[in-house]
């Protein structure tokens, strides 16, 4: 089945405490990016790749890492949480972000919760 | 930069009936326009997409229109139902083919 998986699905953690989202795809996707969803602001790109080893900051890049050193992977690490990094974060892949049939699919998503 | 909104931010229909989500960009040089169903709680399911050089797309009940020139979109739900209660989330694809910006959503009741 073609799908993107997020683990771990729901994390509560402390200030400060280093984590890793993981990101999987099995549909050989070039293009990646992570998402968090808040109330009231909606979904808002934080990072994304064009392919394996090319990473770009999206709209909230601020307290995030991304590595893509394979294809089917894009982690994201939080190197020092914070309170205000409580959200819900959605990966997702594309063919291609330079392609028109550039339909989106969506994982799960993480529910975060930083004390 | 990139702004999308949608109106209205929510709505409540009895069953049946037709109904018209709205989508609006600031910029209108993108690559496509996509349209997505959420459930509480769970991820986002691609409903629609239209590329900037088409003007609508059909799916089943649904049908979604663009119109880049006056960055416009439209999703039309014929003959509504309950399964149908989600938020509906556009989001356009910009000019480099690299970044997505997500509307706030129009949360769609269908009353039984």
Redesign the interface.
Known sequence: EAQVTQNPRYLITVTGKKLTVTCSQNMNHEYMSWYRQDPGLGLRQIYYSMNVEVTDKGDVPEGYKVSRKEKRNFPLILESPSPNQTSLYFCASSLSGADSYNEQFFGPGTRLTVL | KQEVTQIPAALSVPEGENLVLNCSFTDSAI??L?W?RQDP??????LL?I???QREQTSGRLNASLDKSSGRSTLYIAASQPGDSATY?C?V?DN??????????TRLSVLP
């Open positions: 690559y496509n996509q997505f709680g769970k991820g986002l399911t691609s997409l590329q900037s050089s989330l989001a694809e480099y083919g690299q970044n997505f910006v997500f509307g706030p959503g």
